[in-house]
T-cell receptor, first 116, second 114 residues
Framework: AQSVTQLGSHVSVSEGALVLLRCNYS??????LFWYVQYPNQGLQLLLK??????LVKGINGFEAEFKKSETSFHLTKPSAHMSDAAEYFC????FGGGATNKLIFGTGTLLAVQP | DGGITQSPKYLFRKEGQNVTLSCEQN?????MYWYRQDPGQGLRLIYY???????QKGDIAEGYSVSREKKESFPLTVTSAQKNPTAFYLC?????????????FGPGTRLTVT
């Protein structure tokens, strides 16, 4: 069965510092992986996704993630944090459980705080 | 603009009452999903539907019911049997298929039951 673990439920960085949000996955088949962002009291917005075309994936708002099969990781990074990056971030993996469509298995989320 | 709408944004109910949350999409997606979100627990799948008039239970379906009479609509009813209904509910939709198809989310409904 597929699963996702996000290490660190809360991460705090200073404005301008590197953002690193960790995600490890477990999958018995080659996975598709996603990062979503959620601002308070809003829905989730896709940041980026891994489709096996390239191991380094660039997304919106300056974020990127690298797929490392040997480490079963898909960590999210951004070189320089902005105050507007403060939000909750979710990693998700496709859950191939039969049927005609994907189910997504979500991690428990990482709340990113950005200090001025 | 294409997207998913959920209404209302905030909903208050008394314990013992059923309540229905609305979800509409104009993305022409075949698949639709309902999630429940609680602090520190991520998103948990309640129900999903791949085609009109068909739906499957997710991981936490007890106390909930859904219908899919139209492709663009997937309402969720929180019944009085749901032991802890206060939560943030998110509806999503996607292209049908087992590929790298992301899900698109609505803005959510926050339900408070007292």
């Amino acid at each position: 069965a597929q699963s996702v673990t996000q290490l660190g439920s809360h991460v705090s960085v200073s404005e301008g510092a590197l953002v690193l949000l960790r995600c490890n996955y477990s999958s018995s088949v080659p996975p598709y992986l996603f990062w979503y962002v959620q601002y308070p009291n809003q829905g989730l917005q896709l940041l980026l996704k891994y489709t096996s075309a390239a191991t380094l994936v660039k997304g919106i708002n300056g974020f990127e993630a690298e797929f490392k099969k040997s480490e079963t990781s898909f960590h999210l990074t951004k070189p320089s944090a902005h105050m507007s990056d403060a939000a909750e971030y979710f990693c998700a993996v496709t859950g191939f459980g039969g049927g005609a469509t994907n189910k997504l298995i979500f991690g428990t989320g990482t709340l990113l705080a950005v200090q001025p | 603009d294409g997207g998913i709408t959920q209404s209302p944004k905030y909903l208050f109910r008394k314990e013992g009452q059923n309540v229905t949350l609305s979800c509409e999409q104009n993305l022409n997606h075949d698949a639709m999903y309902w999630y429940r979100q609680d602090p520190g627990q991520g998103l948990r799948l309640i129900y999903y539907s791949q085609i009109v008039n068909d739906f499957q239970k997710g991981d936490i379906a007890e106390g909930y019911s859904v219908s899919r009479e139209k492709k663009e609509s997937f309402p969720l009813t929180v019944t009085s049997a749901q032991k802890n209904p206060t939560a943030f509910y998110l509806c999503a939709s996607s292209i049908l298929g087992q590929g790298a198809y992301e899900q698109y989310f609505g803005p959510g409904t926050r339900l408070t039951v007292t």
